[in-house]
C-alpha cells in the first residue's frame, strides 16, 4: 500500500518538487535530500490516517471497555504534520513562501 502511494502522480510530483526547489537554490545534496525523503514518508503517513480517518471516523470503539475513543490515527496525523511543518521550515521552504509572500511573488509548486 506504501508504495502505490510512492507511485502516485501526486507523490512524484510533490517529491519533484521538492527536489527541484533544492537543486534552485544549490542544495541538492545531502543531508537536503534525506530530510525531503523524511519529508515525504511523514506525507504518507498523513494520507494513511486521513483514509483511515475518513473510513472509520475520528472515533472509534474501544473494544475492552465498550466505549468510544479517538482514533488513533487523529494523533498520528497530527504529529507527522508538525514534523512536516519543521521539516519544511528547517529545508528553508517556509522563509522562502514568506519572501515571496512579502514581495508579492506567486509560487504555485509551495
Same mark, same amino acid.
Given at each position: ?13 510533490? @517529491?519533484?518538487?521538492?527536489?527541484? @526547489? ?33 473510513? @472509520? ?54
Amino acid at each position: 500500500r506504501v508504495e502505490d502511494i510512492r507511485q502516485s502522480s501526486e507523490y512524484k510530483k510533490l @517529491h519533484r518538487a521538492l527536489l527541484k @526547489h533544492l537543486k534552485d537554490r544549490g542544495l541538492k545534496r545531502l543531508p537536503y535530500t534525506d530530510m525531503v525523503e523524511q519529508y515525504m514518508d511523514f506525507w504518507i503517513d498523513v494520507r494513511r490516517a486521513q483514509e483511515d480517518i475518513d473510513i @472509520h471516523g475520528v472515533q472509534i470503539m474501544d473494544e475492552r471497555r465498550g466505549t468510544p475513543i479517538a482514533n488513533p490515527s487523529c494523533a498520528v496525523k497530527r504529529q507527522a504534520s508538525d514534523a512536516m511543518r519543521k521539516l519544511f521550515a528547517t529545508l528553508g521552504f517556509e522563509a522562502e513562501a514568506k519572501r515571496a509572500a512579502a514581495g508579492g511573488e506567486e509560487d504555485d509548486e509551495l
